[in-house]
């Protein structure tokens, strides 16, 4: 599968984006799909994971209640909206396909990353 993400940009704090990850190659609709981040000269870091049908969510406890991953399996696409964004946020932002369908993987604080299929990645920023 292939990602394509977008959306990101700078933005003050407190401000908000909706990053957008679109999936060409395989349908979506039976794989779990997430958002890692990474800040530079730090390891890339789980965000938040949905399952293949979107009905069960799971985000890191520094994202709770700021972000929401969603998606809509008839356009291939998976979202994370972000709102009450913080400096501590700037990062790229990188979306993940599970290569297993209906696998559980990416629900977990700290996930296996060797099986899952990633995006190029897209730039947020957050000025104070």
């Known amino acids: 599968v292939q990602l394509v993400e977008s959306g990101g940009g700078l933005v003050q704090a407190g401000g908000s984006l909706r990053l957008s990850c679109a999936a060409s190659g395989r349908t979506i609709s039976t794989y779990a799909m997430g958002w890692f981040r990474q800040a530079p000269g730090k390891e890339r870091d789980f965000v938040a994971a949905?399952?293949?049908?979107?009905?069960?969510?799971y985000y890191v406890d520094s994202v709770k209640g700021r972000f929401t991953i969603s998606r809509d399996n008839a356009k291939n696409t998976v979202y994370l909206q972000m709102n009450n964004l913080k400096p501590d946020d700037t990062a790229v932002y990188y979306c993940?396909?599970?290569?297993?369908?209906?696998?559980?993987?990416?629900?977990?604080?700290?996930?296996?990353?060797?099986?899952?299929?990633w995006g190029q990645g897209t730039q947020v920023t957050v000025s104070s």
């Open positions: 949905i399952s293949w049908g979107g009905g069960r969510t």
């Open positions: 993940a396909a599970d290569q297993r369908p209906l696998s559980s993987t990416l629900f977990a604080p700290s996930p296996a990353t060797t099986s899952l299929d």
